[in-house]
């Protein structure tokens, strides 16, 4: 038999660059809109359904995504592991029906410019098995209600899998995984919307994989906090102080100013400073305020635990430092600490009786950011200034009964 004539056998396709990747169920309304963000940055869109009855699977193959059906076994990471096992592109990008496709600050990203980077990256972006970006939580009204970060742009063949029911963490198995920050690109979140959170009943949900993934691991500290925090949201502060002590006390020395410590930290001094356990939160943040004295939040959580005590001088006194220091170097300090701090201001001047200084720290709290608390108090209190008249003494302003 002669031999095969090779040189005439077409060039297999080349490699994406690209592969958008999405696990899905009943997200016909949050869908088009992520898929839309995708465009000109993804090559190619892989969703994997896991039981959809309102058309998503119709909305993903409109817009050109390849859809496949996999079997929902109470197991996030399974899905998103069947989601890579169908990607063909060099890089996987991770994104959720609720999320969208943003640049620096939740401008429209260069897409251009990104896919360029990726294409031919330099030695830094060539080290990395993964790329963390700035995830932007959207808040009631307008507002970012806060920024965190996830690795969700990574290698094909890095060996990257993901691990645990849910908040599932990529992982290899030989080593752990190189990550950079990528400035260039964020991600918009949705999900954290009250309106998105009731109609989905993502509550229940959530809170019940957590304790089928806390039991999978009782000893991982970032599963204890996930579990404590959704007993808090229903209520079981007690047992849920419980999780949240232990998720604080086993975190690693390593850990400390990293993502996962923040939330740790902050939510459980949140927590046990609305429970009757603002001691216990001053008790901890004591040494960590004089660790990290450059870090607004941290005042902000001591002057809010003094303020719940009763140290009214003390509390204005640190928090009046914290307005002082400029955002620290790190992904989860934002503008939102200065809307914290004027907030917690606003009520220690309500409490004491200045209405005019209760006015303006809870204007300037709106300034930065959005509380309901600042909100409500502000529409509470301006009608009731009408009938006062403002004096200047000793350089601060004061309300006279008119």
């Known amino acids: 038999m002669p031999a095969r004539d090779r040189t005439s056998d077409p060039e297999p396709p080349p490699e994406p660059l690209v592969s958008a990747c999405l696990i899905v169920r009943n997200e016909a309304e949050m869908l088009p809109a992520c898929l839309e963000s995708l465009s000109g940055l993804a090559d190619e869109v892989v969703v994997v359904d896991t039981g959809s009855t309102d058309g998503t699977q119709e909305i993903a193959r409109g817009a050109g995504a390849t859809v496949h059906s996999h079997a929902w076994r109470d197991d996030f990471a399974a899905a998103r592991n069947a ?13 959720d029906a609720d999320e969208r496709l943003a640049g620096p600050g939740g401008a429209p990203p260069d897409r251009a410019a990104i896919r360029d980077g990726l294409a031919s990256p330099p030695a830094g972006l060539a080290a990395c098995d993964a790329w963390v970006l700035r995830v932007r939580n959207l ?65 229940d949900r959530n809170r019940r994989l957590s304790a089928l993934a806390l039991a999978d691991d009782p000893e991982d500290p970032e599963l204890q906090y996930y579990y404590g925090l959704e007993l808090a949201r229903v209520g079981r502060t007690a047992e849920a102080l419980v999780y949240m002590r232990r998720a604080w006390d086993g975190l690693p020395a390593a850990a400390v100013g990293s993502a996962l410590w923040h939330v ?32 607004a939040h941290l005042h902000f959580l001591r002057g809010e635990a003094l303020r719940k005590l009763g140290r009214a001088e003390e509390a204005l006194s640190c928090l009046g430092a914290a307005l002082c220091l400029p955002p620290a170097p790190v992904a989860w300090e934002s503008s939102e600490t200065r809307c914290c701090i004027w907030n917690a201001i606003g009520l220690i001047h309500e409490q004491s009786g ?17 509380t309901e608390c600042a909100r409500t108090r502000l529409a509470a209190l301006e009608p009731r200034l009408a009938t006062y008249t403002f004096v200047v003494e000793n350089g601060q302003t004061a309300a006279r009964r008119a």
């Open 354 to 370: 200045a209405p005019a200084q209760a006015v303006e720290a809870y204007r300037q709290s709106l300034a930065f950011g959005s």
């Open 264 to 295: 740790v930290v902050v939510r459980t001094c949140e927590v046990m400073t609305r429970s009757g356990c603002a001691a216990e939160a001053l008790a901890r943040l004591e040494p960590l305020v004089a660790a990290l004295p450059g870090v």
């Open 139 to 203: 808040g009631p009204g307008t507002r970012w209600s806060d920024v965190g970060t996830a690795p969700r742009l990574f290698a094909r063949r890095s060996g990257l899998r993901y691990r645990r029911r849910i908040h599932e963490t990529l992982e290899r198995s030989d080593a752990a995984p190189r990550c950079g920050l990528l400035e260039d690109l964020e991600l918009l979140h949705l999900g954290y919307l009250p309106e998105v959170q009731t109609a989905r009943n993502k509550a």
């Open 83 to 95: 989601a890579l096992d169908h990607a063909h592109g060099r890089w996987i990008l991770q994104i």
